[in-house]
Structures are given as structure tokens and as C-alpha cells.
């Protein structure tokens, strides 16, 4: 089954303590990206790639990376967490740049940082 | 600069009403438009394209340049359609903007 698989589904944190959100599709897409959704203000990029090694910032990047050494994965580091990146990630990808043919999205992570 | 108002947060219909959920959006050139549905505690799901002219679940949307809106509509609403909408707009950037979204509640 083409997917977009996210891990954890949950994950609650404490402030600095260094995490990573896993991300891996298998429709052999090119185009990855990462999302946070918060309520009110929608879906905002943080970080996207379009291919491997090719990663660039979307509008919140700020206290976010990310890698892409391999295509199936995109995984999103949070290298010190501070409450305000309590939030709803989704990792998403596509065919195509940008979304063009329609973004798959993965489940979300839903983190908390206390 | 691309940008997407979605003007309503919430909507609410009755069962078998038409329903229409408005995007509006903000770019120069050429867009590509779709609309995403989020149904409660799951992951987002491609609604439509504006380029695949299609109707999904009784939906469709039209893109009119002119008002540069691309608003969402369907004849008769079901329960079922309740759920997020969110409206998306790729430009001549290489990333997809998404409105803010609007919450759809279809009473019975």
C-alpha cells in the first residue's frame, strides 16, 4: 500500500531534550516535506526537500532540521524543544515539486513539549 | 508573494443543503489550486485539483481567475462531509500554501 509513514503518533518531551520525528514513504516520491498544524493558523511549511541532499527552509524553519539521506526518508530534528513547538506534524510527499500531483500525507505526530 | 484566505473558520449546514466553502487567493501568475479534507483525527487527503476538472464525493471547484477564487461546493450536503477543508495553492515557488482552514459541521 502506497503510504507516508510517521513515527511516533504521540510524544510528549521535556524543553532541550534533543528528539527526532521519523518520516518514510514507499511510492518512491521525490518531493518531501514537513507541516505544522496549529489551531488558527492552519498548516505552515517548515522544511522541505527535493530530492536527496537537496533540503531548503519553508516559512517556520526557525529551531527545526532536517536530512534527506535517502529518498524514502525525511526525518525532522528537533535539537532543543522549547514549548511553542507544541504543535500537530505531518510530513508529506509527492510526485511531484511542490505538491503539483497531490501531496500523501503520514498519519501526523502529535508532540508536546512541556 | 502567494497567499490563500479561507474567510469562513466555521460553517454549518443543514443535512441535503447546498454547501460552499470559499477560497480566495493571491498570486500573479498561473496557480495550481486543491482543496484537502481533514475528517476528525485523520490524516489529510487530496479532495481535488482544479486541472483534473473532477468531481469527488459530489464535490467540485472551479477556478476563476478573474475573482481569483476557487471555491468549493456541493448540492447537497451529508453528515459525512463533515470535517476540515483546508484550500492549497502552488505557485512559481517549490512549495504548496495551504489556507487556514475551514471547519464544515453538516447537522442532521
Known amino acids: 500500500e502506497a503510504q507516508v509513514t510517521q513515527n511516533p503518533r504521540y510524544l510528549i518531551t521535556v524543553t532541550g531534550k534533543k528528539l527526532t520525528v521519523t518520516c518514510s514513504q514507499n511510492m518512491n516520491h521525490e518531493y518531501m516535506s514537513w507541516y505544522r498544524q496549529d489551531p488558527g493558523l492552519g498548516l505552515r511549511q517548515i522544511y522541505y526537500?527535493?530530492?536527496?541532499?537537496?533540503?531548503d527552509k519553508g516559512d517556520v524553519p526557525e529551531g527545526y532540521k532536517v536530512s534527506r539521506k535517502e529518498k524514502r526518508n525525511f526525518p525532522l530534528i528537533l535539537e532543543s524543544p522549547s514549548p511553542n513547538q507544541t504543535s500537530l506534524y505531518f510530513c508529506?510527499?509527492?510526485?511531484?515539486?511542490?505538491?503539483?500531483?497531490?501531496?500523501?500525507f503520514g498519519s501526523g505526530t502529535r508532540l508536546t513539549v512541556v | 508573494a502567494q497567499r490563500v484566505t479561507q474567510p469562513e473558520k466555521l460553517l454549518s449546514v443543514f443535512k441535503g443543503a447546498p454547501v460552499e466553502l470559499k477560497c480566495n487567493y493571491s498570486?500573479?501568475?498561473?496557480?495550481?489550486l486543491f482543496w484537502y479534507v481533514q475528517y476528525s483525527r485523520q490524516r489529510l487527503q487530496l479532495l481535488l485539483r482544479?486541472?483534473s476538472r473532477e468531481s469527488i464525493k459530489g464535490f467540485t471547484a472551479d477556478l476563476n481567475k478573474g475573482e481569483t477564487s476557487f471555491h468549493l461546493k456541493k448540492p447537497f450536503a451529508q453528515e459525512e462531509d463533515s470535517a476540515m477543508y483546508y484550500c492549497a495553492l502552488k505557485g512559481g515557488s517549490e512549495k504548496l500554501v495551504f489556507g487556514k482552514g475551514t471547519k464544515l459541521t453538516v447537522n442532521p
Open positions: 482544479h486541472i
Open positions: 498570486y500573479s501568475g498561473s496557480p495550481e
Open positions: 508529506a510527499s509527492s510526485l511531484r515539486p511542490g505538491g503539483s500531483s497531490g501531496y500523501t
Open positions: 526537500s527535493m530530492n536527496v541532499e537537496v533540503t
